[in-house]
């Protein structure tokens, strides 16, 4: 069973720039989670996708943040226009059912995105 | 809202010894409780988690966490470190019975020395 795919891996981009993160998540999972970890702080939710309906996106930081999963599989995160501050990790995650409890999530490797 | 404090962000060792990462959590509702581990240029994989039940839990690569109520506390022990523990190491916590989102700590880089 593949896992969950990010890519790119690293993106370097200028201040103003748009930027398009991927995530592919396992096959069959409805749940598919997006997260943050900014340099030297906690990794913090951004959203939650069931199948292509936003269950929660209490995380997202501004407008400038997009987040798509059209058809129910991959999704989409779009930066625009990125700024320093977006500088930082981002990791996908997925799950079949929900609940958190039972069945976890798998994570994928994330993006590492510089802003400059 | 939670939130998770892990005490040390970074922890040296030598192989074969010992080590306590510790985790201390807040919450005013029930909580689940995770470890995650991050190997350099992998994604975080569940080391374990603690759901209801007995307090010491056993996770892979011999690993194990308490739950201490009291104290609100889940420290991730292992009796006898390895290299290739050498990674970073993650509490994080989610409410029962609320949304599916975890809310984590910064993050323990445990550095085992040979």
């Known amino acids: 069973e593949a896992g969950v795919t990010q890519f790119p891996s690293h993106s370097v981009i200028e201040k103003g720039q748009t930027v398009t993160l991927r995530c592919d998540p396992i096959s069959g999972h409805d749940n598919l989670y997006w997260y943050r970890r900014v340099m030297g702080k906690e990794i913090k939710f951004l959203l939650h996708?069931?199948?292509?309906?936003?269950?929660?996106e209490s995380g997202m930081p501004n407008n400038r943040f997009l987040a798509e999963r059209t058809g129910g599989t991959y999704s989409t995160l779009k930066v625009q226009p990125a700024e320093l501050e977006d500088s930082g990790v981002y990791f996908c995650?997925?799950?079949?059912?929900?609940?958190?409890?039972?069945?976890?999530?798998?994570f994928g490797s994330g993006t590492r995105l510089t802003v400059v | 809202a939670q939130s998770v404090t892990q005490l040390d962000s970074q922890v040296p060792v030598f192989e074969e010894a010992p080590v306590e990462l510790r985790c201390n959590y807040s919450?005013?509702?029930?909580?689940?409780l995770f470890w995650y581990v991050q190997y350099p240029n992998q994604g975080l994989q569940l080391l374990l988690k603690?759901?209801?039940?007995?307090?010491l839990v056993k996770g892979i690569n011999g690993f194990e966490a308490e739950f201490n109520k009291s104290q609100t506390s889940f420290h991730l022990r292992k009796p006898s470190v390895h290299i290739s523990d050498t990674a970073e190491y993650f509490c994080?916590?989610?409410?029962?019975?609320?949304?599916?989102?975890?809310?984590f700590g910064k993050g323990t880089k445990l550095t085992v020395n040979p």
């Open positions: 603690y759901l209801s039940g007995s307090t």
């Open positions: 919450s005013s509702v029930s909580v689940y």
């Open positions: 995650a997925s799950s079949q059912v929900a609940g958190l409890g039972n069945y976890g999530y798998t």
């Open positions: 994080a916590v989610n409410r029962q019975g609320g949304s599916e989102k975890l809310v």
């Open positions: 996708f069931v199948k292509e309906s936003k269950q929660d």
